[in-house]
């Protein structure tokens, strides 16, 4: 029989209670349909204008594709109609979108990267839409900029779709991670996988070797030793260049994704927000870890919304051998 992903929540809600709320799951059903409208979009790109160049660049300086522009006008539109959301933070929008809402009913902020991996879309290779989901502050502890900035570890919920040859979509809201495939001809997405675990070690890692030579010196050494067998396995190397398919990769089959410090971004390219945070909570929920180089993603301090960091995500045994190696 199947179990809808609504029909999840609510089984969710009368187990956990507290962040599996009706309110919760209205949220919720705001991502699912816009995500939704987004993959019915994708899955026909090639069929009218909507490949390409948009003419723009976002705030990140990145040329903006018409279905990034696409995307997260949907985002915005199917959440900005749930009135208890106070926020919207998107990759492609240089400052929040905030709801004149009360805090009693304004009581979630989403952050997302509408369509991630969008330059591999002229070429027909996965896609995904990511979010990480906060609870806003009690008045007294700080303002919708503070509820917006607060650490990883404080997301209620996180999620991601990867629009690939089946639409997938995996959250987790603190207890455990459950994966969901759409069926296109109900058009519901269906339970398929709950209380997902990453295995504790995997055959793949994951990186753009390009930039191998600007990494620093510890994440060569890494490298080296997966290449060279010494990490206790012959590793294979698979890198698509859109991170929400390789963290899907990740997830299911284990092993490690990396995205180190480069000499050019020394900072890191992936986002704090909406790229590293949602995906390590799920990560760490499903037995894995997620590292900037130096501590847990979920705990860095965020000073921006469009922040950048150095994102490792992966395996237990995986990562406690990448920090051996930064250690040394
Ligand atoms: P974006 O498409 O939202 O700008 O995301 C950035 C993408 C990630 O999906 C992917 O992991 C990374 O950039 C790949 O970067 P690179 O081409 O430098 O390897
Ligand atoms: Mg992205």
Known sequence: MIITVQQHLQQQQQEFGSEASGTFSYLLSGITLATKI????????????????????NVQGEQQQKLDVYANQVMLHCLGLRDTVAALVSEEDEEPVTFDRSPETGKYIIIFDPLDGSS?????????????????LPAAEGDLDASILQPGTKQVAAGYVVYGPS?????????????????????????????????????????NEANASQFPAGYQEYLRQLREGEAGKAYSSRYIGSLVADFHRTLLKGGVFLYPPTAKQPGGKLRLLYEANPLAFIAEQAGGMATNGTGRILEIEPRGIHQRTPFMVGSRFEMETLAKCLEA
């Open 38 to 57: 987004i993959e019915a979009k994708i899955r026909t790109a090639g069929l009218g204008d909507v490949l390409g160049a948009f003419g723009a660049e």
């Open 120 to 136: 591999n879309i002229d070429v027909n290779v996965n896609v995904g839409t990511i979010f990480s989901i906060h609870k806003r």
């Open 167 to 207: 639409t997938v979509f995996v959250y987790t809201a603190g207890n455990g991670v459950h994966s969901f495939t759409l069926d296109p001809t109900i058009g519901a997405f269906v339970t398929t996988q709950e209380n997902m675990k990453m295995p504790e070690q995997g055959q793949y890692y994951s990186v």
